[in-house]
């Protein structure tokens, strides 16, 4: 099996801002307790018409033009997400056809805010996998939360905590060496309603009573989270290290899932290392599960915090409960060398193209049911 690397990056979050102070103006609570207790200080939160599919696809085409490839060489695209459009079909099913990337496999992954660690690792193994004579396996992996449609605007101790946003990286066997050197997984199920949505699935279908009662809204048990966070990171990054041969001394930065300020801080001291090598983005973005980590990588990157063979580790912890970690030696020069404008060019058309495809796809559907006799 050949190493699997990350070859493309790209974000997206919703234009409007939401700070602390304006929460403050419609419920019991204060920027200095947001600030203080969480590091937040304001979120992204979805405009009409903006949904995780949609956020997925713009963090999506971004990272396809940084790799320089097109939809059509997409063989697998997931999701990783706890608020897709719909409980079915896959969020990654829509991305797909939005991006008209025909080749591809697509499928949802449900890991909390773990998500995005999940879903890479899934994506590195079946890249690696596939991988043959000729062949070039490429996947996008996508964490994209709308999280402002689940979140209860009436309860404060979690409506100040979550936002809006995607990210995606694609993931491609290219035989060079470097790329995801190890991937660690846990969970724990018994630790399930510290942190879920009790209302809308087989347990409590979707009801008046249901909605009445707010379940269909996140639930948490804040303190008890907090605690497990603050063992579960540095835990899992210590793991996948070991797992590569490495140290935490070796980590030039540790992308972590940005839950609260005091976690991070909490896993820096843990782990040994400088808080400036644990990176922070959560002031502006808030918490925005599985698409934390991904935009936190490019923003990383973006800021010139990685450096080709630089080791990263991306390490997240959340519902189910969950927790995982990635160990990757940075393999793309950096910065990366800007596309030529023709390259540039290629996308427009490319999310033009994409948009007829769909559209002739749903005529072919709706032709195929008229053509159908009794
Ligand atoms: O992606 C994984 C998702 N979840 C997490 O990572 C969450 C992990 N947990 C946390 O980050 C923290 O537990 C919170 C930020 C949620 C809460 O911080 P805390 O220091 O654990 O506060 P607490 O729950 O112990 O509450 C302390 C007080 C309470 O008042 P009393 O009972 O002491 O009078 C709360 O009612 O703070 C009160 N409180 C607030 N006050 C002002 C809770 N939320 C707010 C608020 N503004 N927004």
């Not at 979805?46 to 713009?58: F, I, K, R, V």
């Not at 998500?115 to 079946?126: E, P, T």
């Amino acid at each position: 099996m050949c190493p699997a690397h990350i070859v493309g990056w790209g974000m997206y979050v919703p234009e409007r801002v939401m700070t602390n102070d304006e929460l403050a103006r419609t419920m019991d609570t204060t920027d200095e307790w947001i600030r203080t207790r969480t590091g937040i200080e304001e979120r992204r939160i979805a405009g009409d018409g903006e949904t995780t599919s949609s956020m997925a696809t713009q963090a999506a085409w971004r990272a396809l033009e940084v790799a320089g490839l097109r939809p059509s060489q997409v063989d697998l695209i997931i999701v990783a997400t706890a608020t897709p459009d719909y409980v079915f079909p896959a969020t990654a099913c829509l991305v797909q056809d939005a991006l008209g990337a025909g080749n591809a496999a697509a499928f949802d992954l449900s890991a909390g805010c773990t998500g995005f660690v999940y879903a890479l690792g899934v994506a590195v193994d079946m890249v690696a996998a596939r991988d043959g004579p000729g062949q070039t396996p490429t996947a996008l992996v996508i964490g994209a939360e709308t999280l402002s449609r689940i979140t209860d605007w009436n309860d404060r101790a979690t409506c100040v905590l979550f936002g809006d946003g995607a990210g995606a990286v694609v993931v491609q066997a290219n035989g060079s060496p470097g790329g995801v050197l190890s991937t660690f997984l846990g969970s724990d199920g018994s630790g399930g309603d510290l942190l879920y949505l009790p209302g809308g699935g087989s347990e409590e279908p979707a009801s008046h009573r249901t909605v009445s009662e707010r379940r269909h809204y996140v639930r948490m048990r804040g303190r008890e989270v907090f605690r497990f966070a603050a063992r579960a990171m540095p835990d899992a990054a210590h793991r996948a290290l070991e797992q590569a041969g490495l140290a935490a001394a070796d980590v030039a930065l540790v992308i972590p899932h940005q839950a609260n300020q005091r976690i991070l801080e909490a896993a820096a001291r843990m782990l040994n290392l400088p808080p400036e090598r644990i990176y922070s983005n959560l002031q502006r973005y808030g918490n925005t599960s599985a698409a934390s980590i991904p935009i936190a990588l490019c923003e990383a990157v973006e800021e010139g915090l990685i450096q080709r063979d630089a080791v990263v580790v991306c390490v997240g912890f959340g519902a189910g409960l969950t927790w995982g970690a990635t160990a990757l030696r940075w393999s793309v020069p950096l910065p990366a060398a800007p596309p030529a404008w023709w390259e540039r060019a290629r996308y427009p058309l490319w999310q033009g193209y994409a948009a007829i495809r769909s559209v002739a796809r749903r005529l072919m559907w709706w032709l195929l049911g008229r053509s159908v006799k009794d």
